[in-house]
């Protein structure tokens, strides 16, 4: 097994960020591009996850393997089902296996695919003979998982009569149903959202329009530096080319950590500063329910800060490429923090192990480490990644509280943002690659 060493820098952190482009939207972009002939798409991510997608809409195999890509498997679903003809299976890894599909499958049966489970009832791999659908009012549990939704959602148009989409219950992640509504409606796309019901209208191909699309850096990965702000002295990160008039919703990852983090727009890039005179000993409660992604990022940061928290609406973690809001409470506590899972939420007590106005980081003085010495291995600081990309971004940052961190599986970072360690040496950490 693979591991890295994280070390916290030896002086403040000033670094200009070239953030990886949204692998959310980036997705979803290629899909619609599939159908519509005249899009052509500009700073594509690099990420596993959008890889995956475009080689598997390029493929013409009878069996495509989609790992443990949830957006892939969800979206590629629905798109094979509406391609008439066209016989594949997708398959996927162990932790995809454990992943429910059965929402969306019922939904898409309902308008005449043919899909098989090829194992477990209600759980991928699946087999896809596709056909011609035909729209019709589908209702759909909008509390599982939105990709459900904007998988319906961005093959909608391509369908005879269009489609009407009820959402039943509590509506999770609605900032990804939305951010899939915009971008469409940017498409040429006719969709309309208006309360617990999405209608999407037939779209003649001979209408497309020619249409140059740059997708827009990611606010996900954003988080982390946002994290690393919060927890240092001083430091100022640019982050290039990212608004915060965006389609993605994590842009409120600066509204939660405002009182660490002072966010200045400049050209058009986002300037952050830690504002460390701001922390107190304040209850927060957050609910992440409609930005789950932000979950590992802020647990983290929190709990490093020594402050009280409640984070909420998770309920949708534990069926993430992890189940994150065990291994947060796992992680967490084994470095020493108080943390409690209370049904969905999870619960941040200050365990008083953090001094948070003396970060680590702080001095040059504060932390001495031989960059020759021999790697020993403290079990307490040896984080386990679950293969979970934001597990290992997340716990990374934790090098300016701890003077270092072991990451095990730091490839994991690949399937959203693959230069993650890269960016963390031009902020002044020190990494040391080695087999555990």
Request: glycine share 4%; hydrophobic share 40%; proline share 3%.
């Amino acid at each position: 097994m693979k591991a890295v060493r994280v070390i916290s820098p030896q002086h403040t952190i000033n670094c200009s960020i070239d953030l990886p482009a949204s692998k959310s939207i980036a997705n979803r972009a290629l899909i619609l591009q599939a159908i519509l002939p005249n899009i052509s798409l500009k700073n594509i991510s690099e990420a596993d996850d959008t890889l995956l997608m475009q080689s598997a809409l390029k493929s013409d195999a009878n069996e495509i393997q989609l790992k443990n890509a949830g957006t892939c498997m969800r979206f590629l679903t629905a798109y094979f089902a509406s391609i008439d003809g066209r016989k594949v299976k997708l398959m996927c890894d162990d932790r995809m296996k454990e992943r429910p599909i059965k929402t969306l499958v019922d939904a898409l049966r309902e308008l005449g695919a043919d899909i098989t489970y090829l194992e477990k009832e209600g759980y991928p791999p699946l087999a896809i003979q596709g056909k011609k659908l035909h729209g019709k009012s589908i209702h759909i549990n909008a509390s599982e998982s939105s990709q459900f939704i904007s998988a319906l959602m961005l093959i909608g148009h391509s369908i005879d009569n269009g489609l009407e989409i009820v959402l039943e219950g509590e509506i999770s992640s609605l900032d990804y149903i939305e951010m899939t509504a915009k971008l469409m409606q940017e498409f040429g796309l006719i969709v309309q959202f208006k309360k617990n019901k999405i209608s999407t209208k037939k779209h003649k191909i001979s209408n497309s329009k020619n249409l140059e699309y740059t997708i827009e850096a990611d606010w996900s990965s954003a988080a982390f530096w946002y994290q690393i702000a919060a927890m240092s002295y001083d430091s100022e990160i640019t982050l290039n080319s990212l608004s915060l008039e965006n389609l993605q919703g994590d842009k409120t990852i600066a509204k939660h950590l405002s009182n660490q983090v002072e966010t200045r727009t400049i050209s058009d890039n986002i300037v952050i500063h830690s504002n460390q005179s701001k922390i107190n000993n304040q209850n927060y409660t957050i609910n992440l329910k409609h930005q789950p992604d932000l979950a590992p990022a802020l647990a983290v940061c929190l709990a490093a800060l020594g402050v009280d928290a409640k984070i909420e609406g998770l309920e949708n973690l534990k069926i993430k490429e992890s189940n994150r809001l065990q291994a947060l409470h796992d992680e967490l506590n084994k470095l020493g923090y108080a943390i409690q899972i209370d049904g969905d939420s999870l619960e941040i007590k200050n365990s008083g192990n953090v001094d948070p106005s003396t970060p680590h980081r702080v001095t040059s003085s504060s932390i001495q480490i031989a960059i020759n010495s021999t790697i020993q291995v403290n079990n307490n600081h040896q984080i386990k990644t679950y293969k979970d990309h934001r597990m290992a971004m997340a716990f990374a940052p934790l090098a300016l509280v701890f003077g270092e961190v072991i990451i095990e599986n730091p490839e994991v970072v690949e399937k959203s943002y693959p230069h993650y360690w890269d960016d963390l040496k031009k902020a002044g950490f020190g990494l040391e690659f080695f087999d555990v």
